[in-house]
C-alpha cells in the first residue's frame, strides 16, 4: 500500500485509488478532485443505508487517528468552478459513519464553511460565508467529543460545531478530501498542515 509523507502530519498517509495527491517542492499538499465525486449519503433517501442517490466516490488522503486528544489543521485554497467543489477535512470511520469540515462553493456563488455529520445519513449545515477562495480549517477531539473550528489566520477560531461519532470496535482515520460533486473537478491545495496530539482549552473559542 503506497503512502505519502505530508509535512506537519507525522502520520502515514493512505490515497484513496486512483486520487492525485502530492506534496510540491514548498510542502504544499495539492490535489485535483475527480469529476462528479463526493462523500454524501442522501437523508431523504429513507433507509438509512448507503442506496443509489450516495456519492462516496470523493479522493481521500487519510491515516490512523492518535490515540487521545488530537488536533489537525490546515490552510485551505480550492479553485472553484462548480457548486459544491470543496477541500474537506475529514474523520472517518466506515462507509456510514464520518464527519467533514468543508471549504465549499454554495449554490449562491459564494465561499461557506460547510459542516456534514454522518450516522447512516448525512445532514448538511452552513456555518457562514467567507468573502475569499481560501480559509482555514480545524478538526480535534477532546475526550469522546469532536469538534470543527474554521479561522481566517489559523490564530482566531471560530466554532463549527461540537458532535459525537462513535462505531465500537472500528478504528478511527483522520485526514484530508477534495471533493465535485456536480462539476468537472477542482484543484485543492492544503498548505501549513498541522496533526498535533494536543488538547483544546476551550471549545467554544476554539483555544
Known amino acids: 500500500m503506497s503512502t505519502l509523507v505530508v509535512p506537519g502530519v507525522p502520520l502515514p498517509l493512505v490515497p484513496s485509488s ?14 485535483t478532485a475527480a469529476p462528479l465525486s463526493d462523500i454524501f449519503v442522501d437523508p431523504g433517501a429513507g433507509d438509512g443505508q448507503v442506496n443509489s442517490t450516495s456519492m462516496l466516490n470523493a479522493g481521500t488522503l487519510l491515516a490512523a487517528a492518535p490515540e487521545g486528544d488530537f488536533q489537525l489543521s490546515a490552510h485551505v485554497k480550492v479553485d472553484f468552478a462548480a457548486t459544491f467543489d470543496a477541500g474537506v477535512l475529514l474523520l472517518w470511520l466506515d462507509e456510514t459513519h464520518w464527519a467533514k469540515l468543508c471549504f465549499e462553493y454554495s449554490p449562491a456563488g459564494e465561499a461557506m464553511v460547510v459542516s456534514v455529520v454522518n450516522r447512516h445519513v448525512a445532514d448538511d449545515a452552513n456555518a457562514f460565508v467567507v468573502p475569499r477562495h481560501d480559509f482555514w480549517l480545524r478538526v480535534s477531539r477532546i475526550d469522546n467529543v469532536f469538534a470543527f473550528h474554521a479561522s481566517p489566520d489559523g490564530q482566531v477560531w471560530s466554532l463549527v ?3 459525537s461519532l462513535e462505531r465500537p470496535g472500528v478504528a478511527l482515520r483522520v485526514g484530508f478530501e477534495a471533493q465535485s460533486p456536480t462539476g468537472d473537478g477542482c484543484a485543492v ?3 501549513r498542515t498541522r496533526l498535533v496530539q494536543e488538547r483544546l482549552t476551550d471549545l467554544r473559542d476554539g483555544s
Open 161 to 163: 460545531r461540537v458532535f
Open 18 to 31: 486512483e486520487s492525485t495527491w502530492e506534496v510540491d517542492a514548498d510542502g504544499r499538499l495539492q490535489v
Open 189 to 191: 491545495t492544503f498548505s
